[in-house]
């Protein structure tokens, strides 16, 4: 399985940004598709997730009523639509593929077993 994230960039605070994920080598049963950040200095957590074939999208609490996952079943993509972006968001997003996520584990990261490259979002103040 392969995973190429992009869309990141450089945003001024309450902009918008989408980023994509696009997957490879799935046969997609089963499968959770979860975003995450990193900032500088910071821990990795969770931003958002959601099963393939159905359950979610679930969200980190800073991301309810900001942040959009979807997905392109035809196109094998993934989305997070942020908006409101703020400096705090700032961080390296990556996307992960699980085949064995549980429902407790949909927002950690041990509940995944891929992870694409990750892709820098920078908000200005």
């Known amino acids: 399985v392969q995973l190429q994230a992009s869309g990141g960039g450089l945003v001024q605070a309450g902009g918008s940004l989408t980023l994509s994920c696009a997957v490879s080598g799935s046969t997609f049963n089963r499968v959770a598709m979860g975003w995450f950040r990193q900032a500088p200095g910071k821990e990795r957590e969770f931003v958002a997730s959601?099963?393939?074939?159905?359950?979610?999208?679930y969200y980190a609490d800073f991301a309810k009523g900001r942040f959009t996952m979807s997905r392109d079943n035809a196109k094998k993509t993934v989305f997070l639509r942020m908006s409101s972006l703020q400096p705090e968001d700032t961080a390296v997003y990556s996307c992960?593929?699980?085949?064995?996520?549980?429902?407790?584990?949909?927002?950690?990261?041990?509940?995944?077993?891929?992870w694409g490259q990750g892709t820098e979002v920078t908000v200005s103040s």
């Open positions: 959601m099963r393939w074939t159905g359950g979610g999208p």
């Open positions: 992960a593929y699980g085949d064995r996520t549980i429902l407790s584990t949909m927002s950690s990261a041990r509940g995944y077993n891929y």
